[in-house]
């Protein structure tokens, strides 16, 4: 229990919120008077221990919630003869396994072991003490930590958010029910990234310890350093450019790599999105704070951007080079997606150099298996030299990658 308290307060620093190695001890005491199934009690007295600034609860709250998580192996049902799941059994069935009385009051939940500790303790001082310690080593085995804790049980009227979704190809055509739980997932995908680098973000800004600040704050608490300035760091979000193939042989993954753009966009200074078959159209403003769907279906019905087209990679790439390029710099990420199929036209591979040399990072997504790059009309090959990073994204597990690589840059 010590080794997770310590974690626990690592990971509210981390988050912002300041906690001495006094408050610290107060918490470690605390718990040693707080029943650990009592779990309201239990985060009262860990909030009144180390939260100290009003502002601090929301973060307190958040991350109490993730990293002390009790998951109960079966649903709790009311105890007694009269369940439904005991009908028809003897009534005496219990008492003739001991083992499988015990294993039962094991596997469901904090509320029948306490019952059990109370039935015991008139065996004495000794044995209740080792029951006691008996209880709380088993409570704690079903808390998750961190980011290792398992999934709660599903909101009501939702389906909980599935393993096998995550390698569903998104290349190939999708029924609509499909698409709409894959729009959630990726909108839950977004949120988790931005939360944790959020969590990054203000870790970074707070920077080193400024050790003149912090002496000189010293001297009103006879030289003991209480209170540890730090020099604070600005740091300059990026701005986001995405130019994004839609032709028919990768709409399907654009779309929901367009969903997850929508989202984390607030992570950037600035965020453009361009789409295109075998011209440029900037899109940046149809993005605004209508359903998602209603978008796409807009973007469907825009004749402009020419869906039945053949791609051109070297005439889209020539058309931002010669009308977009001045407004890249050196804090610009730019995405690219797209299958480099470009039906045997000029790749112009040499304005992509050009972007490249102007920008932070460039981004290649490649929908299509890798090892299909380069046959017939792909030419992955000649714009790979000239990104930072060439990367297949066809499923969500691949699109948390491409949203890490993207927000860490």
Known sequence: MTERMVTFVRTLRDAGVRVSMAETMDAAEALRHTPVSERPVFKMSLQAALI????????????????????????????????EAQEGEPENAQKADPDAEQDQTGETGYEEGEQQAQQEEGEGEEAAGEEEEGEIEEMLSRIQVGEDTAPTAPEPGRQPHRAKEENIDLY?????????????????????????????????????VDIKRTLQKSFRTGNMPFHIILKRRKINKHELVVLCDISGSVWEVARFFLKLVQEMQIQFSRARSFLFVDRI???????DGRPFEEIIEQLKDDP???????????????????????????????????????????????????MKLRTHQVIWLNPEPMQY???DDSVMSKYAPHCHHVLECRNLDQLKRVGELILQT
């Open 172 to 208: 190939q055509e999708l029924p609509p029910g499909q698409v709409e739980d894959l729009y959630e997932a990726v909108e839950e995908l977004a949120a988790s990234l931005v939360t944790r680098r959020s969590i990054r973000y203000h870790r970074a800004r707070r920077g080193q």
């Open 52 to 83: 100290k600034e009003h502002t601090d609860i929301p973060t307190f709250d958040a991350l109490f919630e993730r990293f002390f998580m009790v998951q109960l192996k079966d649903a709790e049902q009311p105890a007694g003869p009269e369940t």
């Open 373 to 375: 790059w380069d046959t």
């Open 281 to 287: 159209n900037e899109v940046t403003d149809t993005f």
């Open 304 to 354: 402009s951007l020419n869906f039945f087209g053949l791609s051109d990679f070297g005439r889209a790439f020539y058309q931002f080079y010669a009308e977009h390029l001045k407004s890249l710099s050196r804090t610009t990420v730019l995405v690219i997606l797209g299958d480099a199929r470009t039906n045997w036209f000029d790749p112009m591979e040499w304005t992509l150099d050009e």
